[in-house]
């Protein structure tokens, strides 16, 4: 039974109100430790020493000794990748094998890719020409915002949060990381990392709790914050910007998405099935990236939604260690909950199940789990709430389409504008649809394939500013520019 302390100014502390809350495992509905819920002393002293840290080592620290130090964590995290895997797998219950590949090396890769990166990040300069005729000098320079406050999300615990606390340390700032409830273990863990790697104390907090009257409300309405970086559901999004308000606070949001797929009569067919099986399955469709909405154009609908169907009854649910999983559980009962009443609305907003749309039967410790079906649904309207709300879950609803034209409304008849992947072998328009279709990231015959160094982030309610490669800058750093008179 871990238990599951604040990480403050470099130490492990507990509440000083006593609060706890259990650690539950998804897969087996079984508690695997405690944790301490951080209240305002917890979260004042963790904002306290992100500041004080501005002003001491960190923030004299030359760029290359920072830089050094961002390498030694993300090797700190791979030397302990064993135990980084166990514990995102235990309180996510995601396959061994989608973490191993994904959350935990990209977790640690996300400090090297930020720190190589900003090192060689140049800014501007230009020549003033002033009525004395001697002229002044214009250049800019960067500087870090301060301290981060970072709420990162539950479905890629790790990645997602290294995500942004690689390029905000990067580029100087402090942090303070409230992980989601759901999944706190391996954000407690870097705090171990951090001390090994010799980052200095302050740079990196940790406080766990909830969203309102817990850390999360005193995170961000704290006026020692300089920044908000949250990803999560919109209404989430929400409720924090208008938390901000009062402070200024910048903010930096990936929200959510309902996000469609464009499946062309020229496309490969065996690639735009696999993709749409990875797109709205993998990670038990908890993925903000995935695919909701699939739009096939009529000629080859029968064709793909067999074989989707196929693909979708083929995946084995299971434990986190059986090699042979390759679908996990909801991250929680509450969760299950809310997934399982779309799957009784699809129905009685007139849905076809084509499969799925119930909870399959598993075995011994498995049984108490949050584990839904995967689930494919057609016959519903564009205007039915299972085809216009976020679900988050395993599940997607496929329609045809006719013409090119009718493909992209109805792509774009969403309020959300995260993500979309397109599948056709015609480059020309590939590149046409691309251009029309109203999303922050479009995949043209792949879902998920990233460029770190590209930007990251949605259109319309899916979000706020964007992140990645040298856009990270324009969040966690202030532009200064200096006027020079010669």
């Known amino acids: 039974?871990?238990?599951?302390?604040?990480?403050?100014?470099?130490?492990?502390?507990?509440?000083?109100?006593?609060?706890?809350?259990?650690?539950?495992?998804?897969?087996?509905?079984?508690?695997?430790?405690?944790?301490?819920?951080?209240?305002?002393?917890?979260?004042?002293?963790?904002?306290?020493?992100?500041?004080?840290?501005?002003?001491?080592?960190?923030?004299?620290?030359?760029?290359?000794?920072r830089m050094a130090l961002l390498h030694k964590v993300a090797d700190g995290i791979n030397a302990r990748f064993d135990e980084f895997l166990e514990a995102e797998c235990l309180d996510t219950g995601k396959p061994g094998g989608l973490?191993?590949?994904?959350?935990?090396?990209?977790?640690?890769?996300?400090f090297k890719i930020f720190a190589d990166l900003v090192k060689n990040v140049p800014t501007e300069s230009f020549m003033l020409d002033t009525p004395d005729g001697k002229g002044a000098l214009n250049?800019?320079?960067?500087?870090?915002?301060?301290?981060?406050?970072?709420?990162?999300?539950?479905?890629?615990?790790?990645?997602?949060?290294?995500?942004k606390v690689g390029p905000a340390l990067a580029c100087g700032n402090t942090v303070v990381v409230k992980p989601s409830e759901e999944t706190p273990t391996t954000t407690t863990l870097l705090g171990e990392v951090m001390n090994d790697a010799g980052m200095p104390r302050g740079v990196f907090n940790v406080?766990?709790?909830?969203?309102?009257n817990s850390a999360g409300e005193f995170l961000t309405t704290n006026k020692k914050v300089d920044g908000i970086t949250f990803t999560g559901e919109t209404r989430t999004g929400s409720a924090i910007l208008k938390a901000t308000a009062d402070n200024i606070t910048h903010v930096s949001f990936e929200l959510g998405g309902k996000n469609p797929a464009l499946v062309f009569a020229d496309c490969d067919m065996e690639a735009a099935v696999d993709g749409t099986l990875r797109s709205a399955f993998a990670n038990c469709g908890q993925v903000c990236l995935g695919t909701e909405r699939v739009y096939v154009e009529r000629s080859i609908y029968e064709e793909f939604l067999a074989r989707l169907k196929a693909g979708a009854e083929g995946m084995k649910l299971g434990a986190w260690d059986d090699p042979d999983t390759n679908m996990g559980p909801l991250i929680s009962k509450e969760h299950q909950e809310k997934v399982l009443s779309y799957y009784e609305l699809a129905v009685e907003e007139g849905a076809t199940v084509v499969t799925g749309?119930?909870?399959?039967?598993?075995s011994g410790d498995l049984a108490g789990g949050s584990w839904v079906q995967p689930t494919i649904w057609t016959g519903l309207s564009e205007t039915d709430r299972v085809v216009k709300e976020e679900i988050f879950g395993p599940c997607c609803h496929v329609r045809p389409f006719d013409s090119e034209e009718e493909g992209v409304n109805t792509a774009n008849d969403t309020e959300y504008g995260l993500a979309a992947a397109i599948w056709t072998q015609d480059a020309t328009r590939a590149h046409r649809v691309a251009a029309q279709v109203d999303a922050g990231i479009v995949w043209v015959n792949s879902w998920f394939l990233r460029d770190l160094r590209t930007p990251f982030g949605g259109m319309k309610a899916s979000g706020i500013g964007r992140e990645g490669g040298v856009h990270?800058?324009?969040?966690?750093t202030e532009l200064k520019n200096v006027c020079l008179k010669l």
């Open 99 to 110: 973490a191993r590949h994904i959350d935990i090396p990209r977790g640690a890769a996300n």
């Open 207 to 212: 406080v766990h709790g909830f969203g309102p």
């Open 357 to 362: 749309g119930g909870v399959p039967d598993m």
């Open 1 to 65: 039974m871990r238990e599951i302390k604040h990480f403050i100014d470099g130490e492990f502390v507990t509440s000083r109100s006593g609060k706890t809350f259990p650690n539950i495992n998804p897969a087996t509905g079984g508690q695997i430790g405690i944790v301490h819920e951080a209240g305002r002393d917890e979260v004042d002293a963790a904002v306290g020493a992100a500041r004080a840290a501005l002003k001491g080592e960190w923030g004299r620290m030359p760029v290359a000794d």
């Open 139 to 163: 250049y800019a320079v960067r500087q870090p915002k301060g301290v981060i406050a970072v709420i990162s999300p539950w479905n890629l615990p790790l990645l997602l949060m290294t995500w």
């Open 472 to 476: 990270s800058l324009e969040f966690y």
